[in-house]
């Protein structure tokens, strides 16, 4: 039914040859499973150098931290100014593996600040409840009132989890 209207002349043999494929050798799948193991070993060395890089480079970063002692307001700012002077150096990563190490360290700085942070307002809450149990010593009738303040200061805290 359908090839009713069909000419035979309308069907035809493709006279060009197929490409061939050729047979796997032993020799050549050998080169290819070398080649493939060879390109494995290439790239887990490079994970590897560039995870070294980086833990140096935090490494680097921590002692920083640690040189700069307690002194943590602005912390984040300095740290970015030191990846911008790292990033500039010679043997620095570069790419995505720099972005990971920022990420890091970044994330490492806004801790260290915010705990420092948490550490003042813990301090200077400390202080105010001072000054408030010296305030009620020396004005027992005004008991309620400083008992309030006191009360204020320590709900108002504003911590990190």
């Given at each position: 039914?359908?090839?009713?209207?069909?000419?035979?002349?309308?069907?035809?043999?493709?006279?060009?040859?197929?490409?061939?494929?050729a047979i796997d050798s032993a020799n050549a799948k050998a080169d290819r499973i070398a080649a493939d193991a060879l390109n494995r070993r290439d790239e887990r060395d490079a994970r590897l150098a560039a995870a070294h890089e980086r833990a140096r480079a935090r490494l680097h970063f921590v002692k920083t931290f640690a040189d700069e002692g307690q002194q943590s307001k602005g912390l984040v700012a300095r740290m970015d100014e030191a990846l911008k002077t790292y990033k500039s150096s010679a043997g620095a990563l570069d790419g995505e593996a720099f972005a990971a190490l920022a990420r890091e360290v970044r994330?490492?700085?806004?801790?260290?600040?915010?705990m420092a942070h948490a550490r003042d307002r813990v301090l200077q809450t400390g202080k105010t409840?001072?000054?408030?149990i010296e305030a009620t010593g020396?004005?027992?009738?005004?008991?309620?009132?400083?008992a309030e303040a006191a009360r204020e200061a320590v709900e108002g805290q504003q911590l990190p989890a």
């Open positions: 039914m359908l090839l009713r209207d069909t000419n035979a002349s309308d069907f035809r043999v493709p006279t060009a040859p197929r490409p061939q494929i994330a490492e700085a806004l801790r260290i600040e915010a409840l001072d000054r408030l020396a004005a027992p009738q005004n008991f309620e009132a400083h």
